[in-house]
């Protein structure tokens, strides 16, 4: 971490949390974030459906809702950069306060309910943001008023999906009532079936992420492995945010929402090496949850991930956490003497099974 940053979080983690969040986005898009540019290099460059990525190292979800400092963050050192989640109307999300630091666990909770500013306004800034070297992706949602939520999703895609690399179909977030029910087996095809159909009356085809949550017993997880495959979409995110609070310390611990952070990086990794053994390499996977070093972007690569995502480490170490873990990887490739992050994929998934 750069001492700007060490000072720059400091002070950030003196306001509240959904301040600091926003005073953070502020400083990217002035220019005050020290930024490595492009972290690449032979082992480090890799696809994701058909994506072409500098490095396997993304941003989850969630950080920039609104796709208000993306000039910045595509020069962060990320190889891919996921914004939103958007839904088909603007809403304020949930009552404040809805972000709580678990500092003692290097952990947060959240329970946002998809706070953005619509699909228009988002669409707006994503046209505005030249296509390069970094893909950039959308995270779909659904209003939390509206009567037909499956078809939201669609309705979000149809709108920005010109202007993005990729677009992830986001029925895992614990904060909008009964989201999660999305995740059954039908309910899930006919979701999945219309966001398709409309993916083909895009001018320009993207991959479809599905993004799941790490709740699930096996059972489902077979049943959302079987329906993912059979609708073909791209990629399976593994995973979302937990309702679980095992093992906590934090006074925080109680509050409702979804838990993300170091206590999710196990349990996240275990759904992931499941999915992974249930797809049988038929579909890349993209691990996220708990990682905060080099160290654990390789388990989830070796459990079975094709790339992976970061969010709440960077609360607590700062954005130089991204080029640090592409840089890690890199020398655990060579390491290991694989010459490609493909390589790697899957070699120690029995471990987390």
């Given amino acids: 971490m750069t001492p700007i940053e060490t000072l720059g ?23 005050l974030a020290p930024l490595p540019g492009p972290v690449t290099s032979l082992r480090l460059a890799t696809t994701l459906a058909g994506l072409s990525l500098p490095n396997p190292v ?7 809702k609104n796709a208000s400092a993306l000039a910045a963050l595509v020069r962060a050192g990320f190889g891919f950069v996921e914004v939103g989640a958007a839904t088909p109307l603007p809403q304020p999300g949930n009552p404040k306060p809805r ?5 003692e666990d290097r952990a ?46 669609a309705r979000v895609l149809a709108t920005c999906g010109p202007h993005v690399d990729f677009a992830t179909v986001n029925v895992s977030s614990p904060n909008t009532e009964k989201l999660r029910d999305l995740q059954g087996a039908a309910a899930l095809s006919a979701l999945l079936a ?7 009356g895009l001018a320009r085809r993207i991959p479809v992420f599905l993004k799941i949550a790490p709740d699930l017993n096996s059972d489902e997880l077979a ?75 390789y388990a989830k690569i070796r459990a079975g991930a094709s790339a992976v995502q970061l969010y709440t480490a960077l609360v607590y170490q700062g954005l130089s956490l991204v080029a640090e873990v592409a840089r890690g990887l890199e020398a655990l490739l060579a390491r290991d003497g694989h010459a490609t992050i493909a390589a790697a994929t899957g070699t120690n998934r029995g471990v987390w099974l």
């Avoid at 972000?99 to 500092?103: E, I, N, P, S, V």
């Fill in 9 to 31: 979080l400091a002070l950030l983690h003196r306001v509240d949390p959904e301040r600091a969040h926003g005073l953070s986005l502020l400083a990217l898009r002035s220019g």
């Fill in 58 to 64: 993304g941003l989850a979800a969630g950080y920039d």
């Fill in 99 to 103: 972000l709580f630091r678990l500092t």
């Fill in 108 to 153: 947060a909770i959240n329970r946002f309910g998809f706070n953005n500013a619509g699909a228009d306004a988002i669409a707006a800034r994503l046209a505005a943001h030249p296509r390069g070297a970094v893909p950039v992706g959308l995270n779909l949602g659904a209003n939390k008023t509206s009567a037909d939520r499956a078809a939201d999703f």
């Fill in 194 to 200: 219309g966001v398709m159909e409309t993916r083909e």
């Fill in 223 to 297: 049943q959302l492995a079987e329906v993912a495959l059979a609708s073909g979409v791209d990629a399976v995110i593994a995973t979302n945010t937990t309702l679980s609070r095992e093992g906590l310390k934090s006074a925080h611990a109680g509050e409702t929402g979804g838990l993300s952070g170091a206590p999710l990086f196990e349990k996240s990794t275990r759904v992931l090496a499941q999915l992974s053994r249930l797809t049988e390499g038929r579909l890349p996977l993209i691990g996220v949850g708990g990682i905060s070093n080099a160290d654990e972007a």
